[in-house]
């Protein structure tokens, strides 16, 4: 079975995106502090942070989706080495396509960031009362802050949606946010008043 240290090398040297270190223990500890159990996870890579989630109470049960199959299968053997099968249930395909009517007490963004808003929009209604989104990644390497760090054109105009939905959630009165922007590379959490 891998251990973590084995995940998060794996990840690095492969170029896998996962969770910066302070960004999945602020995570981890929320989860324990609000006893939350019913989890969405909305990017699944190698099942890094689902595992990590899972292992802290057997109680936790997680949907995970990931629509790249090589990534998939890996997130497959990893959480099979971990024996959280019964625990966590990976869903291959586009998140778009996922539908339920299950209530989650959190639901966690970390996939394509220009789809945030998109990802908000499809799972509000399956947020539980007192549940929170947590999105990932609004700093973008600082790069949203400073857009001059990249050059390329993609990613100026994903920035660029990054900055107006970080806008949104800070300014929408339905939204109770929290914005942690020294957390993992810019973590918000985010309640709903309205779904």
């Known amino acids: 079975m891998p251990s973590i240290d084995e995940l998060e090398a794996y990840a690095h040297e492969n170029h896998v995106p996962i969770m910066m270190k302070t960004g999945i223990e602020f995570i981890l500890e929320l989860i324990r502090n609000q006893a939350y159990t019913r989890i969405l996870e909305l990017g699944t890579a190698i099942g890094y942070s689902a595992i990590r989630m899972a292992r802290i109470s057997p109680l936790i049960q997680i949907d995970t989706l990931e629509n790249d199959s ?82 390329n054109k993609g990613t100026k105009q994903m920035i660029k949606k990054l900055r107006r939905f970080r806008e949104t959630l800070m300014t929408d009165p339905n939204c109770l946010t929290q914005f942690y922007p020294e957390v993992g590379d810019g973590v918000a959490v985010v309640g709903l008043l309205r779904k």
């Open 70 to 151: 090589e990534r998939a299968q890996v997130a497959m053997k990893n959480i099979a080495a971990e024996h959280l099968e019964s625990q966590i249930r990976l869903h291959v395909m586009d998140i778009a396509e996922f539908q339920t009517d299950q209530q989650y007490d959190l639901i966690f963004v970390d996939a394509a960031k220009a789809q945030y808003p998109h990802y908000m929009q499809q799972f509000r209604t399956n947020l539980a009362e007192g549940g929170v989104f947590v999105f990932d990644n609004l700093n973008f390497h600082g790069m949203v802050e400073d857009p001059s760090l990249t050059e």
